[in-house]
Protein backbone atom coordinates (compact mmCIF):
# COMPACT_ATOMS: atom_id res chain seq x y z
CA UNK A 1 0.00 0.00 0.00
CA UNK A 2 1.41 2.82 -0.68
CA UNK A 3 0.50 6.91 1.03
CA UNK A 4 2.77 8.77 -1.66
CA UNK A 5 1.34 9.61 -5.38
CA UNK A 6 -1.88 8.94 -6.98
CA UNK A 7 -2.62 6.48 -4.44
CA UNK A 8 -6.60 6.01 -2.61
CA UNK A 9 -4.42 5.73 0.70
CA UNK A 10 -3.07 9.05 0.24
CA UNK A 11 -6.30 10.57 0.04
CA UNK A 12 -7.59 8.63 3.07
CA UNK A 13 -4.67 9.62 4.72
CA UNK A 14 -5.26 13.48 3.77
CA UNK A 15 -9.00 12.88 5.72
CA UNK A 16 -7.41 11.41 8.60
CA UNK A 17 -4.66 13.81 9.32
CA UNK A 18 -7.45 16.88 8.55
CA UNK A 19 -9.75 14.55 11.50
CA UNK A 20 -6.78 14.65 13.73
CA UNK A 21 -5.93 18.87 13.33
CA UNK A 22 -9.61 19.10 14.23
CA UNK A 23 -9.55 16.75 16.82
CA UNK A 24 -6.83 18.25 18.36
CA UNK A 25 -8.11 21.96 18.02
CA UNK A 26 -11.47 21.04 19.02
CA UNK A 27 -9.38 19.61 22.68
CA UNK A 28 -7.26 22.87 22.57
CA UNK A 29 -10.19 25.03 22.47
CA UNK A 30 -8.88 26.50 18.97
CA UNK A 31 -12.83 25.54 17.10
CA UNK A 32 -14.52 27.56 19.80
CA UNK A 33 -13.13 30.59 18.74
CA UNK A 34 -15.78 32.46 16.60
CA UNK A 35 -14.59 33.53 13.37
CA UNK A 36 -15.21 37.40 12.67
CA UNK A 37 -16.46 37.92 9.14
CA UNK A 38 -14.57 40.70 9.21
CA UNK A 39 -11.41 39.40 9.77
CA UNK A 40 -11.32 36.98 6.45
CA UNK A 41 -10.09 40.41 4.03
CA UNK A 42 -6.79 40.38 5.94
CA UNK A 43 -6.25 36.81 6.31
CA UNK A 44 -6.89 35.97 2.30
CA UNK A 45 -4.94 38.63 1.03
CA UNK A 46 -1.94 38.19 3.57
CA UNK A 47 1.57 36.03 3.49
CA UNK A 48 -0.89 33.11 3.69
CA UNK A 49 -3.63 34.43 0.65
CA UNK A 50 -2.61 32.23 -2.39
CA UNK A 51 -2.85 28.77 -0.73
CA UNK A 52 -6.14 29.65 0.99
CA UNK A 53 -7.54 30.82 -2.09
CA UNK A 54 -5.92 28.13 -3.75
CA UNK A 55 -7.73 25.41 -1.65
CA UNK A 56 -11.08 27.46 -1.36
CA UNK A 57 -11.57 27.48 -5.06
CA UNK A 58 -10.38 23.52 -5.25
CA UNK A 59 -12.94 22.87 -2.46
CA UNK A 60 -16.11 24.20 -4.97
CA UNK A 61 -14.76 22.29 -7.99
CA UNK A 62 -15.75 18.96 -7.02
CA UNK A 63 -19.12 19.25 -9.04
CA UNK A 64 -16.75 20.41 -12.00
CA UNK A 65 -15.09 17.26 -11.94
CA UNK A 66 -18.49 15.13 -11.25
CA UNK A 67 -20.25 16.73 -14.31
CA UNK A 68 -16.83 16.07 -16.42
CA UNK A 69 -16.94 12.16 -15.16
CA UNK A 70 -20.94 11.90 -16.11
CA UNK A 71 -20.14 14.04 -19.33
CA UNK A 72 -16.86 11.58 -20.65
CA UNK A 73 -18.34 8.38 -18.65
CA UNK A 74 -14.71 8.83 -17.06
CA UNK A 75 -14.85 8.40 -13.30
CA UNK A 76 -10.97 9.56 -13.40
CA UNK A 77 -11.97 13.12 -13.38
CA UNK A 78 -13.44 12.59 -9.81
CA UNK A 79 -10.36 10.45 -8.94
CA UNK A 80 -8.08 13.06 -10.13
CA UNK A 81 -9.92 16.04 -8.68
CA UNK A 82 -9.84 14.23 -4.71
CA UNK A 83 -5.58 13.69 -5.21
CA UNK A 84 -5.04 17.45 -6.20
CA UNK A 85 -7.12 18.72 -3.56
CA UNK A 86 -5.33 16.22 -0.84
CA UNK A 87 -1.98 17.22 -2.71
CA UNK A 88 -3.31 20.47 -1.62
CA UNK A 89 -4.38 20.53 1.75
CA UNK A 90 -1.02 18.24 2.41
CA UNK A 91 1.11 21.14 0.72
CA UNK A 92 -0.49 23.81 3.16
CA UNK A 93 0.13 21.64 6.05
CA UNK A 94 3.65 21.11 5.14
CA UNK A 95 3.63 25.00 4.88
CA UNK A 96 1.58 26.45 7.67
CA UNK A 97 1.64 25.30 11.00
CA UNK A 98 -2.41 25.32 11.78
CA UNK A 99 -2.64 24.17 15.17
CA UNK A 100 0.66 26.01 16.39
CA UNK A 101 -0.89 29.54 14.57
CA UNK A 102 -0.54 32.18 17.17
CA UNK A 103 -3.43 34.44 15.74
CA UNK A 104 -6.52 33.18 17.15
CA UNK A 105 -8.78 34.49 14.54
CA UNK A 106 -6.20 32.84 11.73
CA UNK A 107 -6.29 29.69 13.28
CA UNK A 108 -9.70 29.56 13.55
CA UNK A 109 -9.75 30.08 9.51
CA UNK A 110 -7.45 27.63 9.09
CA UNK A 111 -9.62 24.73 11.32
CA UNK A 112 -12.76 25.87 9.49
CA UNK A 113 -10.81 25.53 5.77
CA UNK A 114 -9.88 22.22 7.36
CA UNK A 115 -13.28 21.60 7.64
CA UNK A 116 -14.53 22.32 4.47
CA UNK A 117 -11.88 20.22 2.55
CA UNK A 118 -12.32 16.92 5.33
CA UNK A 119 -15.99 17.25 3.77
CA UNK A 120 -15.22 17.62 0.15
CA UNK A 121 -12.81 14.77 0.45
CA UNK A 122 -14.86 12.25 2.34
CA UNK A 123 -17.24 12.81 -0.54
CA UNK A 124 -15.27 12.79 -3.21
CA UNK A 125 -13.88 9.58 -2.14
CA UNK A 126 -17.55 8.38 -1.66
CA UNK A 127 -18.57 9.25 -4.76
CA UNK A 128 -15.38 6.76 -5.86
CA UNK A 129 -16.43 4.35 -3.24
CA UNK A 130 -13.90 4.58 -1.06
CA UNK A 131 -13.79 4.59 2.42
CA UNK A 132 -12.85 7.50 4.58
CA UNK A 133 -11.17 6.22 7.58
CA UNK A 134 -10.96 7.38 11.51
CA UNK A 135 -7.82 6.37 11.90
CA UNK A 136 -5.23 4.69 9.37
Known amino acids: MSFTGETGPYCQYAVVRIRGIRRKGAEEGGESVPLKPETAPEILGGADGNDLWEMILHTGALDYAVDAA ?52 VRALDLLGIEAPEKM
Open 70 to 121: IGGQEPAFVAKYTFQLAQAFNNFYHKHPILKEKDAQKRAFFLALCGLVEAQL
